[in-house]
Structure formats: structure tokens, C-alpha cells
């Protein structure tokens, strides 16, 4: 079903578990060998379509595995240099164990926070950690979609956009950091589920429209947050494609973020995205916050642009990338 180029959320949510279909294909391929004793060519067809299967998944899976290709190099940073240290985390918005999240922060001392699904009582609960943090962007809401960021770094330009949706905010944040400016992009696009939204439209044209504005600023930029979206997903290929971007993921681990309650139902949906401009120091899933996301939080340093890892994008690809951007604005304004 995720072959299919539907938005609707019944073909899209298939996107999400694909590492679990491939536990269930290896469990049903091996209970094949007990259960038939005389197959049948029917059986044999089964048994086929389940190695197949088997082997698609792998296949799609695999670069977020050890066994994958890095995107982005690993590197010590020097000794007088301050990395920058980014902690997501979607808190969940009626979560009220707010102490996890502040012992989380003070423990670490990440130069950079962007909290989502924050309303007025979130804000308020977190200054005792927040307050050590002079810059900040602050748009507290109470439908889940409330964004908090707060950076040690000097902003020196800050945007609150509503790409999409009047009601979805994501925030542009440039940093001075190391006599340099890096560009952060915040956001948290709605999930094609049925009690948010029954399309995956306006999400993917988030993620895509995101992208063309980091392609077309062509500096240090990092694009980050809750994308609702997997890291093996065809809307988050057109992305790396189209912006240029490099996905720290790869060849390192899946990072699942979400279901943190759930060990059996995970898979990624907290991201990183960064410019070929940074290299990478450390990135590892925080512990639990008691939210139904685990924090992620990663440190990056700048240096000279790598454009090796990038992907190439056709012109068919480019055409769907503006076609999807197209649609999330028309289906936006819509409604």
C-alpha cells in the first residue's frame, strides 16, 4: 500500500512500521517450513512472495542500520570549539511531569532547545531551566502545535510562519554561532491520521516547502523537528533531494522517537536534517520524559560545504516536489 502514490492516511500510515512488517515476514516465513509438510505450488507461491517481500523491506531499511552508508562524517571538534547542541522534544501536551524534562535539560546543557505540542502551562513549568537561555522564540498554543525554542546563541533574525495551515506555526531561527551564522528551521506538520488530518498533503508540502526555502538560502541551515513523517518515507527522499540536505540517521541507527511507550510499535519521526556545511559529533535518543515521544538531541560542528553525500534529484522529481507544494498550499487555503 505505501507503493501507492496516495495521500489519503490508510495508504500513508504503512509508511511507518516498516521494520515491524519485516519482523512479522521473517516469523511467517519461518513458520512456513513447520506448517507445510507437502506444499502445494500455492504454498510455494506464499512462501515466494513472503522472501520477496522479506528482502523489499531490508532493502528499504537498510540504510538506517549499521550496515549503511553514512550521509555525514564524524569528527572531534577542537579543543577551544563549542559544538552546537540541539535537544528536540515533542513533550506531549498532557504530560504534566515537567521535572523530567527541566533534570533533562540541566543535566545536559543543550546550546539550542525546540520543544513542540507546548501550551501556556508548558512554558511556564519550564522556566526554572529556560531562563538560563537569553534568546527565544515562543509561541505557546493550546491545539497541540504550541512550538518553544530557546538558543545560548545570539538570534540575529527569527521568523514565525504559518507555511500551510493558519493554525500550525514553524519558526526560522539565524544563530551567530562561532563567528558564523547557521540558519535553524522548527516545525511540526500535522500526521495523516484520522483524528488529525485523513491526507498527507499538507504535511508533505510542509516538509518539501521547508526544504526549498533551506536549498534556496544555500548556507548553514539545519531543518529539524516532529515531521510526522519516517526517515524511509518517499515524501522525506524528495525532501533530501531537493534541499540538498544530509540525514545523520544513515548508517547509524534508526533513532525511533515514538511510540515511547509502546517497544513493539516504534520507528522515527523526530528528525535532523543538516546542510553540508556541519559535521557531526554525537547524536543519541535521550531517556524518556514521559511524553509518548523520546527526546533526540544531536551536536553538530561547521565546517568546509561536502556536497559528496548528496543526492541527485530528476526533473520528474522536481516536478512532483512543486506539484506537492502546490496542493498542501491549495488544500491549506481550503480550509
Known sequence: MPAIKNTYWTFRVFDYPRFQKFIILLVLILVWFFTFENPTIYDQVLLFSEIILSFYLFYIILPYTKFGKTMIDKIQPH??????????????????????LIDLIKENNPSV?????????????L??????????IEVPLPNTYGLLFYSQFPIKNQEINYLIDDDIPSIVADLEYNNDVVRLYGIHPTPPVPQENTESTERDAEILLVGKNAKNYGKASVVFGDLNDVAWSRTTKLFLKSSGMLDPRRGR??????HAKYWFLRWPLDHFFVSPHFRLVDMKRMKSVDSDHFPIWISLVVRNEDKEDQFNISQEEKEEVVEKIEEGIEKGDAN
Open 113 to 125: 532547545l525546540f520543544f513542540l505540542e507546548t501550551d501556556e502551562e508548558w512554558k511556564n513549568a
Open 253 to 258: 541507527g534508526m533513532y525511533n522517537t515514538f
Open 127 to 136: 522556566k526554572s531551566a529556560t531562563d538560563n537561555y537569553p534568546y527565544k
Open 79 to 100: 579543543e577551544s570549539e563549542k559544538p552546537l547542541d540541539i535537544l528536540v522534544c515533542n513533550v506531549y501536551q498532557y504530560n504534566n511531569n515537567y521535572q523530567k
